[in-house]
């Protein structure tokens, strides 16, 4: 018998691929699997690629059915987490993957998403320094933004080694339409993303606060960008140099030195770029980095697919370790390709 695992959002693009991991987790059984207007629907009427699973249907979201769980993963819209996660005894423990436990600082969640801050939990980026063993002593951790692991994984290191300005780094990161999830928007419809690239709520995104909290930057300007691909984000992060004469190679040897234990995190050969395909349906991040010596600028270039690293593959690592499990169980490193 593995450990009982719900997730509420079980009908959205991240808890469809949340069901995809589970159900090939060697050591996880799968417990309630909730949904909100497609409650009673069967599961594969949504996701046509889940056959394992059946004619099983969507079950109706409440504390009691997901108290059920030894561990329950929240994939909710923004503002809906914690109303439930109040709802849920101590000892079921909560991975969120949406944003409403991310952020410790109340004026940052009141001005970039508004409403009652819920306070913060467990900040789920296993990456971080002494973060894996924070991970194993929760219950409850908030599974980080898909734009802020790609520019964390990137930046952190820089400027923890001291190579990077803190008060002056830009990043520009293009995403896949998935990570607006599946809930239909003009401006997602394949007629006007097809063919397209558009920049959107610039200087404004909710992720730049968690972007400095977790990275340590101090001022950031963020541009995202929507691009044509079902998944996949490509994150561009600029910095300025500490010092005159910095090599790409001391800022590679840099990201190499922080995830020299991180099975999922891959400082690409010299002279190779980050591309989204290689991340594709994988919880891997792929780096690489110089110094743009016209310019005097870092760049660190990362990738991940949104819905893996950015997402539901993000929040299995972390359950994993909540559970005392391997932290890369039931999580694929190499890509598919072509
Ligand atoms: N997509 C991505 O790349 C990433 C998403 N996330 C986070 O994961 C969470 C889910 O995102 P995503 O899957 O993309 O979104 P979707 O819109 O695809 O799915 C939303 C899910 O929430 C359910 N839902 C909708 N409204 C309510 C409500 N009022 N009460 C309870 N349940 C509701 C939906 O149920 P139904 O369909 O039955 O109505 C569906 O299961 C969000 O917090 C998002 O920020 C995190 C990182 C990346
Ligand atoms: C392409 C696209 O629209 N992306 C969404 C991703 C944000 C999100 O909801 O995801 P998190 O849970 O990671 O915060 C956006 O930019 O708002």
């Given amino acids: 018998m ?22 090939g987790h060697p050591e996880f059984e799968l417990g309630p699997l909730t949904a909100h207007s497609q409650a009673g629907a ?7 690629h889940l056959v394992t699973l059946g004619d099983r249907v969507f079950d109706r979201a409440t504390p009691e059915a997901l108290s059920q769980a030894e561990l329950v993963f929240l994939a909710l819209p923004h503002g809906e987490s914690a109303a439930i996660a109040k709802a849920l005894p101590p000892h ?20 970039y998403y508004g409403g009652e801050h819920a306070g913060a939990w467990t900040y789920g980026l296993p990456e ?15 599974a980080t933004g898909c734009y802020v692991v790609a520019s964390t994984l990137a930046l952190r290191p820089v400027i ?19 990570g607006a999830g599946r809930t239909p928007k003009a401006n997602l419809l394949g007629s006007e993303v097809m063919g397209d690239v558009s ?15 977790a990275s340590g930057a101090a001022s950031l300007s963020f541009t995202p960008v929507l691009a044509p691909l079902p998944r996949g984000i490509l994150a561009t992060v600029t910095a ?36 989204t395909a290689a991340t594709y349906g994988t919880n891997s991040a792929h780096l690489q980095a110089t110094v743009d010596k016209d310019a005097g600028r870092i760049i660190v270039v990362s990738a991940i697919d949104n819905l893996g690293k950015g997402a539901a593959g993000q929040a299995v690592q972390c359950a994993n370790l909540m559970l005392g499990l391997p932290e890369t169980t039931g999580l694929a490193i190499n890509g598919v390709a072509p």
């Fill in 128 to 142: 971080l320094p002494g973060q894996r063993d924070a991970i194993a002593a929760s219950n409850r951790v908030a």
């Fill in 240 to 275: 300025r140099p500490t010092r005159p004469g910095l090599s790409s190679d001391e800022v590679r040897q840099a990201l190499q030195a922080a995830y020299a234990d991180a099975p999922f995190v891959h400082v690409l050969p010299e002279g190779q770029w980050p591309r």
């Fill in 92 to 111: 079921v423990k909560v991975v969120d993957l949406g944003a409403d436990h991310r952020l410790t600082d109340a004026d940052a969640w009141a001005a």
């Fill in 160 to 178: 923890d080694a001291g190579l990077a300005e803190p008060t002056d780094v830009v990043v520009v990161a293009a995403s896949g339409t998935s």
């Fill in 42 to 48: 069967p599961i594969t009427s949504v996701h046509p």
């Fill in 199 to 213: 920049a959107y709520k610039v200087g404004t995104h909710q992720h730049t606060p968690e972007i400095k909290q």
């Fill in 2 to 23: 593995g450990t009982r695992v719900a997730v509420a959002g079980a009908s959205g693009y991240a808890g469809g691929e949340l069901l995809r991991l589970l159900v």
